[in-house]
């Protein structure tokens, strides 16, 4: 079974997708992830974000690259992936990867922003999770100030703002509800509601 979630920043994917990878055994990858470490694999060679070759050839590279959550949930970091996310072809050599792992037989959780669209047209399971700009502000400013970056409010919520606005109106794979998927808005829901409603979405749906 494929369970493909897709929604803007700081909706709740990826807790859920953690969560519901736990529950059914299954392989969780978070796409956000590649953009993300794409986007500082460029940022370190000293190059520019919209370098189109140079960035093509990062994300080629990424297989060879650790993934460090650690370096890679930064602020700075959401913004510069979001930038990198709109070149095509970074998008194209990221696709394989994504792909692959959706083909295990076991079936994979997906979570990004073109799961439903793009990389899983085909998963059982679509939901497009999603919250108030407000509420997806106040979580993102908890999480960073957890990490112990220094933030506030209004700052997070003009990027998640920033943030939406590109990644909805980009040309290749814009974030968009597959037609097919279950909206799930968890703007007043916890972690435990907005699991259980996911739940229930997966055992509804699975064949
Ligand atoms: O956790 P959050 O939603 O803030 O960020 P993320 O999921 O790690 O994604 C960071 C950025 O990568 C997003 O703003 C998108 O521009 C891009 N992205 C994408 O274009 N396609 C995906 N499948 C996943 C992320």
Redesign the pocket.
Known sequence: MIIALDGP??SGK?TLARRLAQHFGLPHLD???L??ATARALMEAGERLDDERRAVEAARGLALMDFDEEQLRGREM?EA??VV?AIPAVRAALFDMQRSFASRPEGAVLD????GTVICPDAKVKIFVTASPETRANRRALELARRGEKVNYADVLEDIRK?DER?SHRSSAPLLAAKDAVMLDTSALDIEGAFAAALAIVMGKKP
Not at 112 to 115: A, F, L, M, V
Request: hydrophobic fraction near 35%.
């Open positions: 920043a700081a990826g796409t956000g992830l953009y993300r959401g992936a979001s996310a990004g922003r073109d799961i943030r990644d």
